[in-house]
T-cell receptor
Framework: EAQVTQNPRYLITVTGKKLTVTCSQNMNHEYMSWYRQDPGLGLRQIYYSMNVEVTDKGDVPEGYKVSRKEKRNFPLILESPSPNQTSLYFC?????????????FGPGTRLLVL | AQTVTQSQPEMSVQEAETVTLSCTYDTSESDYYLFWYKQPPSRQMILVIRQEAYKQQNATENRFSVNFQKAAKSFSLKISDSQLGDAAMYFCALLGDTGTASKLTFGTGTRLQVTL
């Protein structure tokens, strides 16, 4: 089954404790992206990756890091989480521009930073 | 920069009736894609319908159809014969080419309530 998976689905942590949210897709997609969803703001892009070892900032990259060492995986790293990073996070993937442009989303990760 | 605006934070429709959700956008690109995503209480993002800007014909998917007005930069979603399962948050999104990558920009969403 074609899908995007995220882990963990729910996470409660404390300020300053490094954490990683994993994202994996099995569709051989080149493009992967991370979004955060906050009430009244919709989804905003954090980082995206066009392919292995190619990443770039989205609209709200501060406080986040990403890496793309393998095509299927695109982890989101919070080096020192703060309460304002409490949010619902989505990973998404798609084919490259000009190909399968529709982005497929993972199930979401709900993060609470105390 | 590209923007997407959904001016209706909440809408309500009776079961079996028709409802239209509004979306306007702005982009300097001539070639782009527009989407409507549904987010039920499970929080999963589900693609409802997509429209290629170069196609004049409005997209349809069963009970869902769009009214795409390219000159007016308007992309509304019509849901016919509304069902209880249609109750969800609906997001309009624009996929444009920023020059270095394709970027998906979302509106702030419209919460649709379906009543008996």
């Amino acid at each position: 089954e074609a899908q995007v998976t995220q882990n963990p689905r729910y996470l409660i942590t404390v300020t300053g404790k490094k954490l990683t949210v994993t994202c994996s897709q099995n569709m051989n997609h080149e493009y992967m992206s991370w979004y955060r969803q906050d009430p009244g703001l919709g989804l905003r892009q954090i980082y995206y990756s066009m392919n292995v070892e190619v990443t770039d900032k989205g609209d709200v990259p501060e406080g986040y890091k990403v890496s793309r060492k393998e095509k299927r995986n695109f982890p989101l790293i919070l080096e020192s989480p703060s309460p304002n990073q409490t949010s619902l996070y989505f990973c998404a993937s798609s084919g490259v521009w000009g190909g399968a442009e529709t982005q497929y989303f993972g199930p979401g990760t709900r993060l609470l930073v105390l | 920069a590209q923007t997407v605006t959904q001016s209706q934070p909440e809408m309500s429709v009776q079961e079996a009736e028709t409802v239209t959700l509004s979306c306007t956008y702005d982009t300097s690109e001539s070639d782009y894609y527009l989407f409507w995503y549904k987010q039920p209480p499970s929080r999963q993002m589900i693609l409802v319908i997509r429209q290629e800007a170069y196609k004049q014909q409005n997209a349809t998917e069963n009970r869902f159809s769009v009214n795409f007005q390219k000159a007016a930069k308007s992309f509304s979603l019509k849901i016919s014969d509304s069902q209880l399962g249609d109750a969800a948050m609906y997001f309009c999104a624009l996929l444009g080419d920023t020059g270095t990558a394709s970027k998906l920009t979302f509106g702030t969403g419209t919460r649709l309530q379906v009543t008996l």
